[in-house]
């Protein structure tokens, strides 16, 4: 072999050995750009405001830490921030689709409310977890909408059960004063029993307590017992000197009452209504609310939370991903159209809509040296009165159609608006192998008799080929419930 040859081989194997260690490095470089392990789930929660919150900070459920902030994200629109939680794998069966998280940090009413989140006054905020029951496993990598505030009912959801020979009463204030689910109820300065709801009466004139008194203490409310709401009261003057009655109530009101030695009458019976006094006795009790307590009854929460208007089933669907490249920067990719909201037989809100504008592998081709990969996808529905609910894909179809449902994340602490009826707006019986329409435009939903029945999409991989998705390809067990 001459000189020329042994170069020529001494340089392909010193650029194979080159090529390698490039591509062992560039392997390595991607392995850890892609974040936490496996092992954790990852979810982003939209505030309006994060007040406190940090990279770090906790997620706490039931008192046990369960993961930690990641980061935090301000949103184009410059209106919401995106927490972005990792959670540990065993707290996978906590993230439902009725999770709510919201944050806790020092929230202080006024001398005659409450003050809340005292742990956050020598710690940073922290994100707190809840799972109602009744909820479905999410994925992870999902995106939910957070509560500015705790919800109202989390106290009562997790208040202990009442006992046997446990007295449960209704009591009528002017005011409640901050009383909340779990406030204590007291005797003579003693815990001996907590409010259960809070609620306003139907004409409005007065607030509705329910509350407990714990069995060994029931004999000491009496039918003459004198209710009220024991909160911190300021009197006195800059001149002659402030003085704050019931210090034991600073850090939240509760319900207390006395009975007097003679005349008590007799035990109060379960499920009573007595008319409370409007200021502790020693102040007088100038509000009569025996109107209130006849046949009061308390507004229930679907009634609080009913609201006239109607959903409309048109929606827009916006989506923003970025393309993770190896050899190049990443690709921010954003996509829109639009989609049709409904209920499925789950009693779920669903969007259908295209593939191509929810999801970026229908559209972005792999190749061998280079293969695709999505992360941070964020897919959001508009609805026509400005709102915008989180979703994600919870189907699509399995012969590359371009067509695809979206699970709507709505917020966990409200019932959302009805809908009209499907069988109006949708019709998923036209059948699939139709010819596109002469007209068609990618994106179009087709319309027969004020009825959607399918759209235009696209071939995959081929953005400028369009093809007819019907509606019928939608599974059956997807579609809106028989009505």
Same mark, same amino acid.
């Given at each position: 072999m001459d000189l020329? =040859?042994?170069?020529?081989?001494?340089?392909g194997f010193g /650029?194979?050995?080159? /090529?390698? @260690?490039i591509w062992s490095l560039v392997v390595i470089i991607g392995i850890l750009n892609r974040g936490p392990a496996a092992e954790q789930i990852r979810v982003a929660i939209i505030f309006k405001d994060v007040q406190g919150l940090q990279v770090g900070s906790r997620c706490v459920h039931r008192g046990k830490t369960v993961g930690e902030v990641m980061g935090l994200e301000i949103e184009a629109s410059a209106r919401r921030v995106r927490a972005i939680l990792s959670l540990e794998e065993g707290a996978r069966d906590l993230v439902t689709t009725t999770s709510q998280f919201w944050i806790v940090r020092p929230r202080f009413g006024g001398l005659q409310n409450e003050l809340t989140g005292l742990d956050t006054l020598i710690k940073e905020s922290y994100v707190r977890l809840r799972v109602p029951a009744g909820g479905e496993l999410l994925r992870g990598n999902e995106e939910l909408l957070g509560l500015e505030r705790p919800p109202e009912d989390l106290a009562y959801e997790e208040l202990d059960d009442p006992s046997t020979g446990d007295l449960l009463a209704t009591v009528v204030l002017p005011d409640g004063h901050g009383l909340h689910p779990g406030s204590a109820v007291r005797y003579r300065g003693q815990?001996?029993?907590?409010?259960r709801r809070i609620s306003l009466s139907d004409d409005g004139l007065g607030v509705l307590i329910r509350f407990r008194v714990r069995r060994p203490f029931r004999e000491f409310c009496r039918e003459r017992s004198r209710i009220w709401v024991a909160r911190p009261i300021l009197q006195g003057s800059l001149l002659t000197g402030m003085t704050i009655d019931s210090l034991s109530s600073l850090l939240g009101a509760?319900? =207390?009452f006395d009975t007097p030695i003679k005349d008590a009458g007799a035990a109060l019976a379960d499920d009573a209504v007595v008319v409370g006094l409007a200021a502790p006795p020693r102040?007088?009790?100038?509000?009569?609310g025996e109107r209130v307590a006849q046949g009061a009854r308390a507004v229930g929460p679907s009634r609080l939370d009913s609201r006239p208007r109607t959903l409309s089933p048109w929606v827009r669907v916006s989506y923003r991903a970025v393309e993770v490249d190896s050899l190049s920067s990443d690709d921010q990719l954003a996509y829109e159209g639009d989609g049709v909201l409904f209920r499925n037989a789950r009693d779920e809100l669903v969007v259908v809509t295209r593939r191509s504008v929810c999801d970026?592998?229908?559209?972005? &081709?792999?190749?061998?040296?280079?293969? @695709?990969?999505?992360?941070? &996808? %964020?897919? %959001?529905?508009?609805? &026509?009165?400005?709102? @915008?609910w989180p979703a994600s894909r919870i189907w699509t179809d399995s012969e590359d159609r371009d067509l =695809?449902?979206?699970? @709507?994340?709505?917020?966990?602490n409200s019932s959302p608006d009805p809908l009209p009826l499907a069988s109006t707006y949708l019709d998923f019986n036209e059948p699939g192998d139709a010819p596109v329409p002469s007209d068609a435009a990618l994106g179009k939903l087709l319309l027969d008799a004020g009825k959607a029945h399918g759209l235009v999409g696209c071939k995959r991989y081929a953005p400028a080929t369009l093809s007819r998705s019907a509606f019928a390809l939608v599974p059956v067990g997807e579609r809106p419930k028989s009505e």
């Open positions: 020329r =040859a042994q170069r020529f081989l001494r340089f /650029a194979a050995i080159l /090529a390698g @260690v815990d001996v029993g907590e409010c509760a319900l =207390a102040d007088g009790d100038g509000w009569s970026a592998t229908f559209l972005i &081709e792999g190749s061998w040296y280079d293969s @695709v990969r999505i992360t941070k &996808e %964020r897919i %959001r529905i508009q609805l &026509e009165d400005g709102r @915008v =695809a449902l979206l699970r @709507v994340q709505t917020p966990a």
